[in-house]
């Protein structure tokens, strides 16, 4: 049901239409309005709240149209019972809403036929199409939006005024609502008529995709970053945004689902989403070379069937996850991984990628992450709890959260000497499972509760002005942020007005960058550096986490492998309990760990290293396993990558080049052939003629 409000609102409209037929039988004028406005202002809430009870009353045939369909009767039941039957509002009315629902099948078909119209076979970012094709602006946004609701609601006037007309006995007043309900429907149906004709209709499938086809032999793209997923795996092709502003030769990103594109990061490479098949497999990416993919999913095959490029997994993390070892990785022409560790985990797995296959690449993502330097002076240690989600089955070695997670955070918030407590759980944490929702919010409960009791703990000292200044600075940079993403960002614009106008300011853009690192800044002074937090959402960032934690307490997931480039003490969960060695023996990535049982008793260890670096016994062991995971420090990631993209790119064009060379001599060998055929055909005729005449 969602909050307690939107429960109470579903209750009371519910309630309210068995009450509405109550007071229609009693009957009651005064008991009938009370209950339908009740029913109106909890409908009109639950749709604005997008309660997840409105949807299933949509599934089980009790929609928004029912729903005023059902209160309407209920009208004419009420004037019947007082006795109207013969009068001519009773008729009035009854007429009125047979016309309203008769517009309403134009109204829905018009605005259908609109949002239809204005869907583009592709939509697209930084890619000018408005120089090419003439795309018109989306109709007012008050005419689309919600616009069944807001279709329905105009029966207000005709209800009010019958109700009216009732209680008072005056018939006019009922016809004066029942004309305002039937010309403000009439009124809006045609103000949609305009935008399913003539110029402010969008050009047609054939005409946008010629477009991006000239755009694309215009841009001469290079290196595509393709991605395919649910909404929810948005953050999978984010996290390469950075490294494909970075690549030296000419980026593209594609990708199959609008929702991906919605919830794409700002970038200044371009972006063109193909949800069609064929679409994407007609395009031209004649140009193209090395094609970069984040996810193994099905609809890579739509990309993989191209021969002229070749086709690189390089994944969303690097992890001793069974993903990381997925048997479709064997259909790439070669798979980069961060480190040697990547290479020997495919070799182990023995999933059919060959070694030669494999190249170390680093990863180029981890650049913000900063090398430790031990705890500040004058600071209390942060110990960063950044557990995994649940999956998608019920290992228990999956996620710390059921068994470990409230005996880590508690260990943690009475540690003595103290330590402050950062709890970010993975954005899918409880999606799936239930029982990890509630431990998820069991665990946080406690990191509040220990944090209101620190704030009331004398020993621990605020410096309230400087706090004050920080937050006032988070405001001026927010509303700053704001300003800048509503101006220049998709918001309030459809598919068609978003790709027409969806060229990057770059300065833009840099501006709101810079903005959001000084967010960041200003986000960690504004709250003491004592106080323990939980941390939801898209800001602060993971790695930003990482840059002020001084260790991290995770489980078995890339977040591991990410925080080793810090240096920084880590401990990692055995929940499935199978042991110090063999879960060492099992996960690379937790051999210079702490390895913590579901009791979470060893915490001790890693509490001791962050406090004395020089007695630390696993200092050694996390800088050898750093080279192992995460590849050298020099060179650079990104340089790294590039020389991949780069060296790649360079056997793509071999290919190509040997494959025209091939297709030109057997053209040539053919033409030979065809040519040779009939000459001996000539001569054998003559020899044939030359004896017959002998």
Partial sequence: MGSAAELAAAVLMVAGFPALMLAALVPSVPAFAAAAAVTYLADHYLHRKGSYLINRLGKVRAGLSIRFLIRQLLLILLLARLSYADNLIYYGAIACFIAFYGLQAPHGALVQLIRNRRRMPVATRNVDLKSRIRIPDAPPRRLLHRSAEKMLHLDLFAVVGILLAAQVESALLGFIGIGATV??????????????????????????????????GEYKPETVLYFSGS????????????????????????????????????????????????HLMNMDLSTVRVALYAANVGKNIHMLRVPTMKHVFIGHGDSDKLASVNPFSKVYDEVWTAGRAGRDRYAIADVGVRDEDIVEVGRPQLAPIRTWQGVPEGRIPTVLYAPTWEGWDDNPGNTSILLAGENIVRRLITADPP???LYKPHPFTGTRSKEAKAAHQRITALVQKAAAERAADSRFVTDSAAQARAKAELARIEARIAQLVGTGGDKGRDEAEATRDGQVDVARHEEVARLRTEWNDAYWRSFPTWEHRVITGAEPRLYDCFNVSDAMVSDISSVVSDFIASGK???????????????????????????LSNSAAELGELLAAVRDPAADPLAEDRNELKQYLLGPDEPASIDQFNTAVANLAIKAETRNVGQESRIAAATADAEKLANAVPGQRVSSAGDTDGVGTG
Wanted: charge should be neutral; proline fraction near 7%.
């Fill in 569 to 595: 003490p880590y401990a990692v969960t055995d929940s499935a309990e199978l042991g110090a060695e063999e879960f060492k023996r099992n996960n690379t990535a937790v051999r210079a760990a702490v390895i």
């Fill in 419 to 421: 330590v402050r407590v």
């Fill in 183 to 216: 010309a403000l429907a009439t009124l809006y149906v045609l103000a949609l008529m305009p935008y399913v004709r003539g110029r402010k209709i969008p050009p047609n499938a054939e005409r946008v995709l010629a477009a991006v086809d000239d755009w694309l």
């Fill in 231 to 278: 909404k929810d795996s948005a953050y999978q092709v984010n996290m390469w945004l950075d490294t494909m502003e970075n690549l030296d030769s000419k980026p593209l990103i594609i990708l199959r689902e609008r929702a991906i594109l919605n919830n794409l990061a700002p970038t200044t490479v371009p972006v063109i989403c193909v949800p069609g098949g064929v």
